[in-house]
């Protein structure tokens, strides 16, 4: 009976899971793809680990497949969406070249250390 009672508590767990994963929209899939590059760029922490970590590398990838899906879906985006897009671009943009200063400063500073 115990047995029955888990399946149902794990199956409103899950129901109660996937109302929380927001609609499968471009505009959605554009802001997951912002988040991300916003983890890679030390904006936002790691979902998983709640920690502040820089990978420029890969986010720089993430703003240039973000740059593609503009260039590819060019004339096939509502205005909302295109202009959403041009937004994180612009501002992924901006914290990328931020962190990037910061970074070659502080490789300058470890440098002079040495």
């Given at each position: 009976?115990?047995?029955?009672?888990?399946?149902?508590?794990?199956?409103?767990?899950?129901k109660q899971k996937i109302?929380?994963?927001?609609?499968?929209?471009?505009?959605?899939?554009?802001?997951?793809?912002?988040?991300?590059?916003?983890?890679?760029?030390?904006?936002?922490?790691?979902?998983?680990?709640?920690?502040?970590?820089?990978?420029?590398?890969?986010?720089?990838?993430?703003?240039?497949?973000?740059?593609?899906?503009?260039?590819?879906?060019?004339?096939?985006?509502t205005q909302e969406e295109?202009?959403?897009?041009?937004?994180?671009?612009?501002?992924?943009?901006?914290?990328?070249?931020?962190?990037q200063k910061k970074g070659?400063?502080?490789?300058?500073?470890?440098?002079?250390?040495?």
């Amino acid at each position: 009976m115990s047995d029955v009672k888990n399946d149902k508590d794990s199956s409103i767990e899950d129901k109660q899971k996937i109302k929380d994963i927001p609609d499968a929209s471009f505009s959605n899939f554009i802001l997951s793809l912002n988040a991300q590059a916003l983890v890679f760029l030390g904006v936002l922490p790691h979902p998983e680990t709640n920690k502040i970590d820089t990978n420029i590398l890969i986010s720089k990838h993430t703003i240039d497949l973000l740059e593609i899906l503009k260039e590819k879906t060019k004339g096939n985006l509502t205005q909302e969406e295109a202009s959403l897009l041009d937004e994180i671009l612009f501002r992924l943009r901006v914290v990328y070249v931020e962190v990037q200063k910061k970074g070659e400063k502080n490789h300058d500073k470890k440098i002079q250390l040495d």
